[in-house]
């Protein structure tokens, strides 16, 4: 079964700390994992992806890592803001399947000035 | 340039009715994907069109179609609405040019449909 699980379900973080927020995947098909994130009323927007030939991938304060090994991958956020506070997803698809992207649960993350 | 359009907004339907949705994708992308989302079972992936052609297909029941016109527009219909229709449904567009997964996809703001 195609599946990504996410943890936590929700976070929250004091203005200036380090969110993290976990991924694991089953299948080892996929080969694009993207992170998105969401406000309220509004539709998810691309924030960073990875493919697996890289173990890092670094845009700003948010950071991914990548252990193919593992099958796990998470989001960073260094010095958060409250402006993060939203909800994000990381995901996954398959190269003969790009326009599928398989969700996790997502993450509520709240950050407290 | 403008983005990912989806109309209605917002849709109130009763039981057993059905419900047509639209979206608009990013001028030039020929690759749109509607996806289902609720607080209980998150965001599933419906399906995929590219050049008016069914690409990719999720495990939702036959209830759930849709179609791509040549201008690249999408519309989704729901027959025989059930309570647990309830939910967002969000539209999302890319180049669709092939390049598999790299390619970003770009969400609309969303249908809010509720079923009574």
């Known amino acids: 079964q195609q599946q990504v699980k996410q943890s936590p379900q929700s976070l929250i973080v004091q203005k200036g700390g380090i969110s993290i927020i976990n991924c694991a995947y089953e299948?080892?098909?996929?080969?694009?994992f993207p992170w998105y994130q969401q406000f309220p009323g509004k539709g998810p927007a691309l924030l960073i992806a990875?493919?697996?030939?890289?173990s890092e991938k670094k845009e700003g304060r948010f950071t991914i890592s990548f252990n193919k090994s593992a099958k796990q991958f998470s989001l960073h956020i260094m010095d958060s803001q409250p402006g993060d506070s939203a909800t994000y997803f990381c995901a996954a698809s398959k190269r003969n399947q790009g326009g599928k992207l398989i969700f996790g649960q997502g993450t509520e993350l709240s950050v407290k000035p | 340039k403008a983005g990912v359009t989806q109309t209605p907004r917002y849709l109130i339907k009763t039981r057993g009715q059905q419900v047509t949705l639209s979206c608009s994708p990013i001028?030039?992308?020929?690759?749109v994907s509607w996806y289902q989302q609720t607080p209980g079972q998150g965001l599933q992936f419906l399906f995929e069109?590219?050049?008016?052609?069914?690409?990719n297909k999720g495990n939702f029941p036959g209830r759930f179609s849709g179609r791509q016109f040549s201008n690249s527009r999408s519309e989704m219909n729901v027959s025989t609405l059930e309570l647990g229709d309830s939910a967002l449904y969000l539209c999302?567009?890319?180049?669709?040019?092939?390049?598999?997964?790299?390619?970003?996809?770009?969400f609309g703001p969303g249908t809010r449909l509720l079923v009574l």
């Open positions: 001028s030039g992308h020929r690759s």
């Open positions: 299948n080892t098909a996929f080969d694009y």
């Open positions: 999302a567009s890319s180049l669709g040019g092939g390049q598999g997964p790299l390619e970003t996809q770009y």
């Open positions: 990875i493919r697996p030939d890289v």
């Open positions: 069109y590219f050049s008016e052609t069914q690409r």
